[in-house]
């Protein structure tokens, strides 16, 4: 999934929410889940998420949205296999922006 979020210090939840296509409830039920998300809080409580934030989430996206992973096994699959998973969901995400890319030349041609 390619995240289209515009260059920023921090995201709102519901910035968060509406670029992953899910609801705010799940962004917070995986910051309770996930201890590599740690997103600030302002004097209101509200959290601002920062790019780090946003590239664990995805790769929390990526582990149990799209390749099925349940929550304990995306948890244990970050703890020990963070390095490989993140080459490799680099890799994926560089891809699917060349295959943007193409498609839109395709599209203008």
Same mark, same amino acid.
């Given at each position: ?7 920023? &210090? ?9 670029? #992953? ?6 962004? &917070? #039920?995986?910051?309770?889940? #996930? ?8 004097? @209101?409580?509200? &959290? @601002? #998420?920062?790019?780090? *934030? ?10 149990? @949205? ?14 020990? *296999? ?7 969901? *680099? ?14 030349? @395709?599209?203008?041609?």
């Amino acid at each position: 999934m390619h995240i289209d979020l515009p260059e920023k &210090r921090y995201y709102s939840i519901g910035e968060v929410a509406d670029a #992953f296509e899910v609801n705010t409830s799940l962004i &917070r #039920f995986w910051e309770k889940e #996930f201890d590599v998300l740690k997103p600030k809080k302002n004097a @209101k409580g509200n &959290r @601002k #998420f920062t790019p780090q *934030d946003i590239k664990n989430l995805q790769l929390i996206y990526h582990l149990v @949205k799209e390749r099925g992973f349940t929550l304990e096994g995306a948890k244990l699959h970050l703890k020990e *296999d963070k390095s490989k998973t993140l080459s490799t969901f *680099d890799v994926i995400q560089k891809l699917e922006k060349v295959k943007a890319e193409l498609i839109k030349i @395709k599209n203008q041609l």
